[in-house]
């Protein structure tokens, strides 16, 4: 089964932590580019972190909070979350870049279900 499956999310505080997961499976993992998108309520889904062969891009707004790796061995994703702000609520989806701009949603052609970040205060 090709897929991708988010986990980790939560309540949490401001300023605390959270790491999110997302496990893949059903495809050759090594061969793909990977990204976490955020969608809040009302707002369009947006890039936060895009991992390639070379370098993980992260979005300005969570440059030095968030942090984004991949495991070979384990076929999955992370994102550790640090200083978490209310405005980081949103639904956290992981997503298989397949071509085109990266910071656009249609660019990739797997996602997982999303997993909730809320942050308090």
Request: charged share 20%.
């Amino acid at each position: 089964q090709v897929q991708l499956v988010e986990s980790g999310g939560g309540l949490v505080q401001t300023g605390g932590s959270l790491r999110l997961s997302c496990a893949a499976s059903g495809f050759f993992f090594d061969l793909y580019a990977l990204a976490w998108f955020r969608q809040a309520p009302g707002k369009e889904r947006e890039l936060v972190a895009h991992l390639n062969n070379r370098e993980t891009i992260y979005a300005h707004s969570v440059q030095g909070r968030f942090t984004a790796s991949r495991d070979k061995v384990k076929r999955a994703m992370f994102l550790q979350m640090t200083s978490l702000k209310p405005e980081d609520t949103a639904m956290y989806y992981c997503a298989r870049y397949v071509r085109g701009n990266y910071y656009h949603p249609a660019a990739f052609d797997l996602w997982g279900q999303g997993t909730q970040v809320t942050v308090s205060s």
